[in-house]
């Protein structure tokens, strides 16, 4: 669905994250990448910090 409940979420072991370089705060909104590292479409998540 591309949409996580939290910040730290793990992608599976096929893939590697590369979250924004940013201070997060309470209410903000997280996003950041996951790559596949065979070359496919990369996958953006975003999620709220509550």
Do not use: C, H
């Not at 201070?23 to 909104?29: A, D, L, P, S």
């Amino acid at each position: 669905d591309g949409v996580k409940t939290l910040p730290n979420y793990i992608p599976p072991m096929s893939y590697r994250s590369i979250k924004t370089k940013q201070n997060v705060v309470k209410g903000m909104n997280v996003s950041w990448q996951v790559i596949n590292d065979y070359g496919g479409n990369s996958n953006e998540f975003s999620a709220k910090v509550s």
